[in-house]
């Protein structure tokens, strides 16, 4: 049985096994934190790659428009293309990762 508090990894991943079912509501329990910190985990991380992105494609953009000098991508018109391309995805990353809730599914 799974003592109080805390489960260990070792006890985590022997309630995921099909044979030892025998502990399956405190396995629940586990899998529910877990799934808790998963969906988080992934909301933050959607955030913070889209706003790396953003920044990235901001500098991009910024040097193929002539705005950011001393580079080889001063002036170049396709980085501006480029770093409009990859604002545009951090955008949507931004979107998807402020809009999950903290269960993990999108607000309404």
């Known amino acids: 049985m799974i003592p109080s508090g805390e489960a260990s990894w070792l006890q985590q991943a022997l309630c995921c096994a099909p044979d030892l079912m025998a502990v399956s509501d405190e396995c629940k329990v586990v899998k529910c934190k877990l799934g808790n910190v998963n969906r988080n985990v992934g909301r933050i991380a959607l955030i913070a790659i889209g706003l790396i992105a953003v920044i990235i494609g901001g500098v991009f953009a910024g040097q193929g428009m002539n705005l950011i000098p001393g580079s080889f991508m001063?002036?170049?018109?396709?980085?501006?293309?480029?770093?409009?391309?990859?604002?545009?995805?951090?955008?949507?990353?931004?979107?998807?990762g402020l809009h999950r809730t903290k269960t993990g599914r999108p607000s309404k």
């Open 74 to 96: 001063t002036g170049n018109r396709m980085w501006l293309s480029i770093g409009l391309i990859v604002t545009s995805v951090g955008i949507i990353l931004l979107v998807l």
